[in-house]
Structure formats: structure tokens, C-alpha cells
């Protein structure tokens, strides 16, 4: 599940897309993914419904959200 901030940067990392593409994948406007980011080590706060489609989003091009004691992401395929 995306938690944090610094995950949905990493995880954007991982694909190669930036703040503004993802945000006209997701219809929202940059701010929110900014915003979102800023977060930075703490839980995103904002719409629920906005947090997952960005994770539906990402998840969408093979990132995989994992959160074992610790938040973290990797590409499908990955071990």
C-alpha cells in the first residue's frame, strides 16, 4: 500500500515519469502529487480516493508497494 511520501517519489523513480504526468494520468492537478510527496518520510495525507489511484496508477506500469515493517517499492519481476 502507498503510505509515504518518499515511496510515491521512489516509486515514480522506478518508472520514469514526472509530477506532471502522473498527475494527468490520475486527473489531479500537480499539486496534489506534489503535496503528496512532501510528506516525505510521514504518511501522505489527502483524499483516499486520490491516493489510490495513484497507486493503482504506478501499479499499473509494475511498481509493487510493499510495506514489511517498512515502507518500500520495486519493480514486478524483481526478487
Sequence with gaps: MLT???QLKAARALVG???KELADIVGVNVNTIRSMEAAAGGPI???AQNVQAVQ???EGRG???LNHGRPGVRLL???
Design 17 to 19: 515519469i514526472e509530477q
Design 63 to 65: 511498481v509493487e508497494f
Design 77 to 79: 519481476g524483481e526478487p
Design 45 to 47: 495525507a489527502g483524499r
Design 56 to 58: 493503482r496508477a504506478l
Design 4 to 6: 509515504t511520501g518518499n
